[in-house]
């Protein structure tokens, strides 16, 4: 065999190597992962096996994700790609849609008195407008209503007012994704949250508590801190949003690993329903849950359709029920109700009240080991006084935390208004 022959032979046993090496290596590859944290997706997940899948070819196209998805070092290869699509310069095509959107429900109660009177064009009680799909993720949009704005200042106000003194009130206004995109293109189509907070917050009375969650959010924004398919930031940006509070309110921030991390892969969140394009729901979230390290006690309470009679049921803080529905989000307090009183064993003997919309839920799992007793009020569906509530169980303090386009809407506003009598 001549020198040539010989270099041709040795180049095939290394290739054939190669493969025989790459193939043992996916075959020892750990194949339970979930989620990428580099791409903040969830990964495909083994097929399931039957005739009909094999037949029409979906059992074989299914399998080629998975294997995609859980091809050896995967993760590495992926950051090492971005890098050097970076340093090149070069830029991916990105897929870019404007659309209608419904809105989300941040109204009141349907039979609650409305004390405003409206123009002929008064908007209802949600977030119609549009929603900025950009690639695999869809963002609301933000426009900032002066008006408006100073409405939920002075909501606030009367609320503090009529608890009194020796009631500490804050307040916390949640940004929204679209505030922290880098595509300054895009991001343009929305106002500027930071400027509408501190509109907010300037219009607040000495008696009121501004708490910053922007700030430790922008800090992190590089994390899994929103989901790509639902308007809800996600338990991760929550628990920064928790940082800022407990700033405020003299508490010690509990390390997110004293929690029990829980997983529910596969979400696609309400917003993800009006994509013209198959890459978000290519692409569903995986919603994170952190279980506390103290233990809780939830009762839950809600008024019958028929009779209006008050009611209630034993509820859970974290409801894993929810990982296997659809609607994952509700994993956290088991989704909105009137009134909840979480229980806990925490060394405290502080109370508090927070009056929220569903960017709440994620959030107050992480108030638990500093109080004895959380009540847990959603105005758009509680029917009583508030300030009796508070005065009746000596609750010390009352924190308001909503979304940023909850400012925009009076009829939440009047519900919360309705509560204090």
Not at 44 to 50: C, I, L, M, N, Y
Not at 167 to 172: A, D, H, K, M
Not at 320 to 328: A, E, F
Not at 341 to 362: F, H, L, P, Q, W
């Amino acid at each position: 065999m001549n020198k040539k022959n010989q270099l041709s032979f040795l180049n095939i046993i290394i290739f054939i190597s190669l493969i025989y090496i790459i193939a043992i290596l996916n075959i020892m590859a750990p194949k339970n992962k979930t989620i990428s944290e580099v791409e903040n997706r969830t990964l495909a997940q083994k097929p399931v096996f039957s005739v009909g899948n094999l037949l029409s070819g979906k059992y074989f196209r299914d399998f080629e994700d998975f294997f995609a998805d859980h091809f050896f070092d995967r993760e590495k290869l992926v950051k090492m790609s971005k890098g050097i699509t970076a340093l090149k310069g070069i830029k991916r095509e990105e897929e870019v849609f404007l659309v209608g959107f419904d809105g989300q429900n941040v109204g009141g109660n349907e039979d609650a008195e409305d004390k405003t009177e409206k123009p002929e064009d008064a908007e209802e009680g949600n977030t119609k407008g549009n929603l900025l799909i950009l690639n695999d993720t869809v963002m609301e949009l933000f426009k900032f209503k002066e008006d408006k704005a100073k409405l939920y200042a002075d909501m606030i106000n009367t609320v503090s007012s009529s608890l009194g003194e020796e009631v500490t009130v804050y307040s916390l206004l949640a940004p929204i994704q679209i505030e922290f995109l880098n595509n300054e293109k895009y991001k343009n189509l929305s106002d500027s949250q930071h400027s509408a907070i501190e509109f907010v917050n300037n219009n607040f009375s000495e008696d009121v508590v501004a708490v910053d969650a922007y700030t430790p959010i922008k800090e992190h924004i590089d994390e899994y801190v929103y989901y790509r398919t639902d308007h809800h930031w996600t338990s991760l940006g929550a628990y920064y949003a928790y940082t800022g509070f407990v700033k405020q309110a003299g508490h010690e921030a509990v390390p997110l690993d004293s929690y029990k991390k829980g997983e529910a892969p596969g979400f696609l969140g309400h917003i993800s329903t009006v994509n013209p394009s198959e890459k978000v729901n290519n692409n569903p979230d995986n919603v994170i849950y952190y279980t506390p390290p103290v233990i809780t006690e939830m009762k839950v309470f809600y008024y019958d359709k028929e009779t209006g009679e008050k009611k209630s049921y034993n509820g859970k803080v974290i409801n894993k029920t929810y990982v296997d529905l659809d609607q994952k989000y509700g994993v956290f307090l088991g989704g909105d109700f009137p009134l909840g009183v979480i229980k806990t064993n925490a060394k405290s003997d502080r109370k508090i009240m927070v009056i929220k919309d569903s960017y709440g839920n994620a959030f107050i799992p992480f108030l638990t080991p500093h109080y004895k007793e959380i009540y847990v009020i959603d105005p758009r569906h509680y029917k009583e006084s508030i300030v009796d509530l508070v005065k009746d169980n000596n609750i010390g303090e009352v924190m308001f935390l909503n979304y940023i386009l909850t400012t925009n809407f009076d009829s939440f506003m009047n519900s919360v208004l309705n509560l204090v009598k």
